[in-house]
């Protein structure tokens, strides 16, 4: 049985799993992606090696391979990465949550490490892969999947193949001239719907003094609230934090009825970080589809939640990788 290792390299954290070549995960491991303010590319470069070995040295991951048939059957490592990817020369281009990556050479450097062929590709492209491969989306060929976490991801499967390419989807212009993102342009989609921008607005809020629950969060310091406060404090009734949610379901609603009036999709998937708060946003964002998209193409379409919550980007890297392999070694 052939054994892929698949690594997500998300904004708050990274994944690390060792998959089957049928999408059971045999074992995993999450770390801290060091914050913005920690980062360097030697610190980042050094943990996602070391964080490898050291899952790799593990004696219940040795007892896991022996099962499987013994570490002989990794056949090589997948790397998700949020940003663009140079998939040629497997360098990040740009990372706007982790800037650290920007330019490492990550598909050279493991490739050096531990002697096994690596693809490196966009994060949430690998995480729709995933859901082709053994998720939710295995039954649709043509569908977009986003990713709500730290930041918002986007990934195209058409038909019933991975588009390898930049789906930028949360860096779409959604308000000409709005808030400010991190990828240096204003009015991106990433910056009213994604972890970030909850805890944005909310706080944007609070700062004009709109009455809430938030402000006696955190020790009374709103700056530290997360997207996992603003979430509680919506559930129980504050309606500044589930204002915040309906304002981002707005915002998606029109970014997913552009995509759908531009690609016919069969169905529209959302996963990430922000799954837990579907029923706080998810009413708002199909109003938004209905009033917008065009009714021949939006009347079948699926709008579904994500079957990977857990570790969709370093299984949908797995997948991905062994996909890789075996569709070069059809092609010699």
Known sequence: MKIAIGIDIGGTNTKIVLASENGNVLIGRQIPTPSLSEQS???????????????????STKAKLSESGGSSDI?????????????KSGIVLQSPNITALNGIKLKERFEKEFSMPVVLENDANIYAYGEKWVGTGKDYDNFVL???????????IYNGELYEGPVEIGHMTIVPSGRYCTCGSYGCLESYASGRAVVDRATSLLEKGTDSMLAKCCGGNFYKITPQVVYETALEGDSLSREVFREAGQFLGIAVANLINIFSLDAVIIGGGLIGAWDLFIEELKTEVSRRAFKPLSANVKVLKSALTMDAGSIGAAGFL????????ADR
Not at 41 to 59: F, H, M, P, R
Not at 75 to 81: C, E, L
Request: aromatic content about 0%; overall charge negative; cysteine-free.
């Open 322 to 329: 062994l996909n890789k392999l075996a569709r070069n070694q």
């Open 146 to 156: 986003l990713t709500l976490g730290t930041g918002l991801g986007g990934g195209l």
């Open 41 to 59: 590319q030697e610190n980042i470069d050094d943990l996602l090696v070391t964080s490898l070995k050291d899952l790799l040295s593990d004696e």
């Open 75 to 87: 056949a090589g490592i997948g790397i998700g990465v949020a940003g663009l990817i140079d998939r």
